[in-house]
């Protein structure tokens, strides 16, 4: 029995700004902490960076031609901060907005929804400089972005996502120091996820004040699907644990209004938390539209002997450094589950994307989800022929899909399904060796090929169903 998704559900495809566009000195953009990252030597394979990217810049309208021939009824894309706001303060920079603006246009104009987030890691340099996401000023300083935005493209776009997977721009940029910015501080990382929940709630209140009463409003996170390896106690702590500084310390603040209290324990011989000051809880506790929720892969953990050596594998598919991006969690074994790997080394476990969304949807009732992103790195060869066959993708995809749909069956009311990637991209440290894209990128010709998985995401879109079969 072929799977069917309901009437209405959104079927789209996702990029971000920094891993297309390219352009990254023209039309007054200056440097993003990616910039700066990405040119210093040994923080991307192969000294990769977004100076060039896919020139999606260049290539707007060959791009969403593109889109609009497979089909899809959506795009989810950032905008660079730097690009409109070059130095994170002030008036906008009309360039900048022309392009977005450009981009809505032709989007609209193809009957494509556009799904937009304003924040997808690419902090402007000066801003890093005053002290990026650790200082508070850094979230003024997004509302006020947040407000130009609207002001510029709320007239076209209906879906606005503030930020996304904050985790990783505090606990990945200022923690590990695996992202930009590229800092190995554990209480810098507790602050920047405080600043970035604030950001989010003053961006909301921004987007609400600029926009129309249609607009919706979101934010896409990156929960883990934390599993104990067993049932024993250390292990069932070390799931806690990870799933406080992973998840619930983002959905305490934004959908309760609180951060949790085990959280505030586990933490607190780094810090008492006093960067949170009266009112900041009120300002993050905003109605949100929909949740947006990434997933590509579930985490496993065990407890471990304090001290012990980080993690043998997995780390949640974040890199193993010798700093951890989890503070307060130096009892906890990473381990890679058990199954087939993508490209980036992830277990391909659609069942731990059923299980995020049954959860979510069961602890915050009446919120909407959106599938924000999700996808698979593979190996893709381009053929004789020219064509690229990517059947490994299709079985990431079906399965997962699959997996949303039983969600919703058993209560999660999931809206809409947003693959990543539309293009190949700068997959930021790992550079363009990995590709998630349906589309492939000759990054030399910057020829754009559909792979197998384009025409078969294509064929589910349009129908709303889902083959029983993975056949290309
Ligand atoms: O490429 C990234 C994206 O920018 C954020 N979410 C995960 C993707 C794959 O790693």
């Known amino acids: 029995m072929p799977v069917t998704f309901p009437d209405g559900f959104l079927w789209g495809t996702a990029t971000a700004a920094y891993q297309i566009e390219g352009a990254a000195r023209e039309g007054g953009r200056t440097p993003s902490i990616w910039d700066t990252f990405s040119h210093t030597p040994g923080r991307t394979e192969n000294g990769d960076t977004g100076d060039t990217a896919c020139d999606h810049f260049h290539r707007r309208a060959e791009d969403v031609a593109l889109m609009a021939d497979l089909g899809v009824g959506a795009y989810r894309f950032s905008v660079s901060w730097p690009r409109v706001q070059p130095t994170g303060r002030g008036p906008a920079v009309q360039r900048g907005l022309d392009f977005y603006r450009g981009l809505v246009d032709d989007l609209l104009g193809r009957g494509i929804r556009p ?44 879906m606005w996502t503030t930020l996304n997977e904050p985790w990783c721009s505090a606990f990945l940029g200022y923690g590990s ?46 929960p883990c699907e934390v599993r104990a390896r067993s049932e024993d106690p250390a292990d069932l702590d070390a799931r806690r644990r990870i799933d406080a500084l992973s998840t619930r310390v983002f959905t305490g603040p934004l959908l309760k209004g609180a951060y949790p209290a085990d959280l505030l324990a586990d933490t607190a011989g780094l810090t008492d938390w006093s960067f949170v000051r ?33 993690a043998d594998g997995g780390n949640g598919g974040h890199g193993i450094t010798a700093h951890t991006p989890w503070p307060g969690a130096d009892r906890v074994a990473f381990h890679q589950p058990p199954g087939e790997r993508t490209e980036m080394g992830w277990t391909v476990d659609p069942s731990g994307l059923r299980d995020l969304l049954v959860r979510l949807g069961r602890e915050f009732p009446g919120l909407p989800l959106v599938v924000t992103e999700n996808g698979a790195a593979c190996d893709d060869k381009v053929s004789a022929d020219g064509s690229v066959h990517d059947p490994d993708r299709i079985a990431y995809l079906h399965g997962h899909l699959a997996a949303v749909r039983r969600a919703m069956e058993d209560g999660a009311d999931v809206r809409g399904y947003l693959l990543w990637s539309f293009l190949d991209n700068f997959e930021w440290a790992y550079g363009y060796g990995k590709r998630f894209g349906i589309v492939h990128v000759d990054y030399e010709s910057q020829a754009r090929t559909p792979k197998s998985s384009a025409r078969w995401y294509a064929r589910v879109a349009r129908s709303g169903e889902l083959p029983d079969t993975r056949a290309e």
């Open 115 to 158: 799904v937009l987030t304003l924040y997808h890691w690419d902090l402007p340099q000066e801003l890093e400089d005053a002290g990026g996401w650790p200082e508070r000023e850094t979230a003024y300083r997004f509302a006020e972005y947040a407000s130009l935005v609207a002001g510029a493209l709320g007239d076209r776009v209906e």
């Open 177 to 222: 120091g695996v992202h930009a910015p590229g800092r190995t501080d554990p209480v810098a990382a507790l602050r920047a996820a405080h600043h970035l929940n604030l950001a989010h709630g003053l961006g909301a209140s921004a987007l609400r004040a600029a926009l129309p009463a249609r607009a919706q409003v979101s934010i896409s996170l990156n």
């Open 278 to 310: 009266d009112g900041d809880l009120a300002a993050i506790h905003q109605r949100l539209d929909w949740l947006g929720v990434n997933y590509y892969s579930p985490t496993l953990v065990s407890g471990a002997e304090e001290g012990a050596p980080p």
